[in-house]
C-alpha cells in the first residue's frame, strides 16, 4: 500500500541509507525486502508477535521452553578456552530465587555493555547442557535507573522477515527510533475524523505505532483492521476509478440481436441450456447492447459448457455485422474450438476460420486477406492473431479462454482499436468471491455452477499403492471395450533426489511391461509443440488408448472416450489443479473413474485427496484449496510479480473488503473526492499513485 507523506518530493533524507546505524550495505541488503526510504520501512510490518511481557521466575524454569527473566548480572566475562573460537561470552543472572547462565558465541563485544551489577531482562530458551540450565544467545535488555526503554524483552514483541545481513535487534531498534522521531513527518492521516468514526477505525499514525510495537493484543488487531482497510479502500478506489474511465473513454459497437434471440439459438441446438447458461447469455446480452465496452468474465467448472455461451455472443456480433475473434493458448484447443464452433453454426452460415502456427503460408495470406475485408465472421487462433499484419475490417468481440495464459500486453492487443470491441473472458478455475473482487475486480462476473444434462460425476478413489496391479488389470478391460485413459504424473523424468514417479520412465515401464497389449502415447513439457500437438491429437483420435501426461493435460483436449484417470503421486499436486485434470474424463455419456496413488504425509496433503473423493463441484473445492494454500498460491503471482496487498487478505478479512469497497462505492457515486473538502487529503493522496495503481 502507498502512503500519504508530507511532501510529494524525495529526498536524501527519505533514503534509508542516511539513518544512523544503516548504511550502505544495510540499505542495499533492505533493498531485497522492498525497503528504500523511510515510508517503505514504516508499512514494513512484522511477519508476527511473541508475547515476553510474562516474566518468570529462575525456579520456575521449564527446560525447552521460552521465558523471559528479570534479574542482575552477578558475574560476567569471556569463558577461556583451549582453542581460539569459538569466543564465548558468559554472563550470569540472578533474581531471589535462583541463578542461570546465559552464553553468546562470537560476540566478545558484549562484555563492554554486560557487566557485573547491572540490571537486566533476557527472553530466550533454557536448556539443559552437561546437566545444567542455560539460555543461548536470548535476547536482552538492559534496565537503566529503574526503567527499561523496552523494545525487544518484557513486551510484545514484533518479529520481522529478515534477509542475509539484517537482524532482528538492529531493525527494531531502527523502527522504533523512527516512530519515536520521525512518524509524524512522514505520515499525513488522510482519512475524515467522522468517516474513522462511522467504520470504527484507529487512526493511521496510532495504527502504524500498533502494528511495530503493540501496546496490548487487541490494539494491535484493531490497528491490523485499519492497515487492511486502507490497501482495500484504496485498491477498490482505484479500481472503480479505472471502470469509470473505461466507460467514458471508450466506446463499443453496441449489438442489436433480436428480442426472441436466446430461444432461437436455443431450437438450433442438440441439447437443453442450463439455467446458468441462460443467465449468462441474458447477461452478456444486456452487457453488449450497449457501447459502454462489455468487459465481463464467465466463470464456469469444468464442463459446465462455456464454449456454448461464447458461441452464442460471436453469433450475436455476427448478426450485427461485426467480426469476433477467439484467442486460446494452445493450438490444439484453438482446433478442438474451431470443429465446435463449426458444429454449433452450421444452421447459421457464418464463416469461420483456423489461424495457427501450422497454418500454411498459402491458407494464412488467404486468411488474412479475407479477415481484412471483412469476409470472416470468426477468427479462432493461437498467439498468431496478434501478429501486426491480422486486421479486423469491423473487430466487434473478443473471446479469450483461459487469460492467465497470455501476458497483459497480448491480451489488450486486439481491444486496442476503435471502436473498443466487447471482451469475453473465460476461465474454468472456479475462483471464490472475495478473491474474484480482487483478482478480477475490473470485471463484471458470470458465474456457472450447474452441468449440462445427462453429465455423469467421475467416481474418485484415494488408491493405497498395493492395488496399483488391480487398478491396471481394470484399465485394460477399459480399453479392450473401446474406451480411453490419461495417467499423469508430476515429473518428466526421474532424478536422484526425488523418488517422485516420473513420464518418461513409467512410459517404458509400463509399455513394455502391465500395459503393452494397449497402444500408448506420451506427452510432457519438453517436448516441441509440434510433437506434443500431435500425440493429443492422436489420443483425441483414438489412435492411442492410453496417454502418459504430466500435467501439460491440466487444460486440454476434450475427448469424451476417456473414462479412466490415474494420477501418481497425487499428493503433489494442489486441490485445484487436481480437479481440472480430472475434468479431462466424464465428458461423454459413460461412466468416468479416476484413481488417485498417493502417500501424504501431511495432514493438509491427506485432506486435499480426501476432499476431491468427496465432492466434484469445483466452487467448493476452490474454498477448500483457498484455505489450504492461501491466495498468494492459488492463482499464482500477478503479472508484476507482486502480492496484490502486504496486509489484507481477501479470504481471511473478507467483512472488511466488503465494507472497505461499499465506502469505495460511495465514495465514487457521490462524487464525493471533489465535492467534500474533507476528502482533500485523500484525493492529493490518489492524485500521487501511478494511472494503473
Known sequence: MQVMTNSGEKTDADNIRYLKGIGPKRALALEKLGISSIKDLLFFFPRRYEDRTQFTSIKKIIPGHYATIKGKIL????????????????????????????????????????????????????????????????????????????????????????????????????????????????????????????????????????????????????????????????????????????????????????????????????????????????????????EVPMNRLLMGDVGSGKTVVAAFTILAAALSGKQAALLVPTEILAVQHHTNLKKLFKNFGLTLKLLTASTSIKERDKTVAFLAQGKIDCLVGTHSLLQEDVRFQSLGLVVIDEQHKFGVHQRSRLLERTPRPHQLVLTATPIPRTLALTVF???????????????????????????????????????????????????????????????????????????????????????????????????????????????????????????????????????????????????????????LFGEPTTDEGKKRLRILTKTHDGFVIAEEDLKLRGPGDFYGTRQSGQPLFKVADPTFDEEILIQARDAAK????????????????????????????
Not at 488391480?470 to 526421474?494: D, N, R, S, T
Open 441 to 595: 475486480g475490473d470485471l463484471d462476473i458470470s458465474v456457472m455452477k450447474s452441468m449440462p444434462v445427462g453429465r455423469k460425476a467421475v467416481k474418485t478413489y484415494w488408491i493405497s499403492r498395493d492395488k496399483q496391479e488391480k487398478v491396471l488389470e481394470h484399465i485394460l478391460q477399459k480399453v479392450k471395450k473401446g474406451e480411453q485413459a490419461y495417467f499423469i504424473f508430476p515429473m518428466i523424468e526421474e532424478t536422484e533426489k526425488s523418488d517422485l514417479l516420473a513420464a518418461k520412465n513409467e512410459f517404458e515401464r509400463l509399455s513394455n511391461g502391465a500395459l503393452k497389449t494397449a497402444n500408448m502415447g506420451l506427452v510432457h513439457g519438453k517436448l516441441s509443440a509440434d510433437v506434443r500437438d500431435g500425440a493429443m491429437k492422436a489420443f483425441r483420435e483414438g489412435k492411442t488408448e492410453i496417454l502418459i501426461a504430466t500435467s501439460v493435460i491440466e487444460v486440454g483436449v476434450d475427448n469424451p472416450n476417456a473414462t479412466v484417470m490415474v494420477i501418481e503421486n497425487a499428493e503433489r499436486f494442489g486441490l485445484s489443479q487436481l480437479h481440472q485434470m480430472r475434468g479431462r474424463i466424464g465428458r461423454g455419456d459413460k461412466e468416468s473413474e479416476c484413481f
Open 75 to 290: 558475574a560476567a566475562g569471556l569463558k577461556s578456552r583451549k582453542f581460539a573460537r569459538p569466543v564465548i561470552f558468559e554472563a550470569v543472572l540472578g533474581d531471589d530465587e535462583g541463578t542461570v547462565p546465559a552464553v553468546w558465541f562470537n560476540q566478545p563485544y558484549l562484555k563492554s555493555c554486560l557487566q557485573s551489577g547491572i540490571e537486566i531482562i533476557i527472553y530466550g530458551k533454557a536448556d539443559l547442557y552437561n546437566k545444567r540450565l542455560q539460555f543461548h544467545a536470548p535476547e536482552y535488555e538492559l534496565i537503566e535507573a529503574g526503567e527499561v526503554a523496552a523494545i525487544h524483552t518484557g513486551r510484545i514483541t514484533p518479529v520481522y522477515s529478515l534477509t542475509e545481513g539484517i537482524f532482528q535487534r538492529s531493525l527494531r531498534q531502527t523502527i522504533f527510533k523512527i516512530l519515536e522521531k520521525r512518524l509524524q513527518l512522514e505520515i499525513r492521516e488522510y482519512l475524515p475524523q467522522s468517516f474513522r468514526q462511522e467504520h470504527k477505525l484507529m487512526s493511521l499514525l496510532e495504527a502504524i505505532k500498533e502494528m511495530h510495537f503493540p501496546s496490548a493484543f487487541n490494539l494491535q488487531e484493531e490497528a491490523r483492521r485499519r492497515i487492511v482497510f486502507d490497501e482495500f479502500f484504496i485498491f477498490e478506489i482505484n479500481l472503480l476509478k479505472k471502470i469509470e474511465r473505461m466507460k467514458t473513454k471508450y466506446k463499443a459497437p453496441p449489438f442489436s440481436a433480436p428480442p426472441d434471440f436466446v430461444e432461437t439459438f436455443q431450437e438450433n441446438l442438440s441439447f437443453v441450456l442450463t439455467g446458468c447458461q441462460k443467465q449468462a447469455l441474458n447477461e452478456i446480452l444486456r452487457d453488449t447492447s450497449s
Open 666 to 693: 460511495k465514495l465514487i457515486s457521490e462524487n464525493l473526492l471533489t465535492k467534500d473538502g474533507s476528502w482533500a487529503q485523500l484525493k492529493n493522496f490518489l492524485d500521487q499513485l501511478p494511472i494503473n495503481y
